[in-house]
């Protein structure tokens, strides 16, 4: 059975950092690539960053300089390091699968709140 937990979350004042960690468990990870999705209030989840199983990454605009995505297969994790944080990147963060997510995969993600 797959699970994905996230976690790393919170609030934090603009410009600030946090660094977000997704576990898979199941045998999913090392032969998927693996993305990061956010979802705000009222607005569709979005694509945040996306990596492949050989390290190749992609960016949305919005976040591209400011966001790293990275994953260590021995661990089964991918993180996302979120730098130079603003209001607009408020919202639940989500991992799973990528370029193509698999609904059934949804966990119940991580609440980033950036505010002063």
């Known amino acids: 059975q797959v699970r994905l937990v996230e976690s790393g979350g919170g609030l934090v004042q603009p410009g600030g950092s946090l660094r977000l960690s997704c576990v898979a468990s199941?045998?999913?990870?090392?032969?998927?690539?693996m993305g990061w999705y956010r979802q705000a209030p009222g607005k569709q989840r979005e694509l945040v960053a996306g990596?492949?199983?050989?390290?190749?990454?992609n960016y949305a605009d919005s976040v591209k300089g400011r966001f790293t995505i990275s994953r260590d297969n021995a661990k089964n994790t991918v993180y996302l390091q979120m730098n130079s944080l603003r209001p607009q990147d408020t919202a639940v963060y989500y991992c799973?699968?990528?370029?193509?997510?698999?609904?059934?995969?949804w966990g119940q993600g991580t609440q980033v709140t950036v505010s002063s």
């Open positions: 199941g045998s999913i990870f090392s032969v998927n690539g």
């Open positions: 799973n699968l990528y370029p193509a997510y698999y609904t059934r995969y």
């Open positions: 990596i492949t199983t050989g390290g190749n990454t």
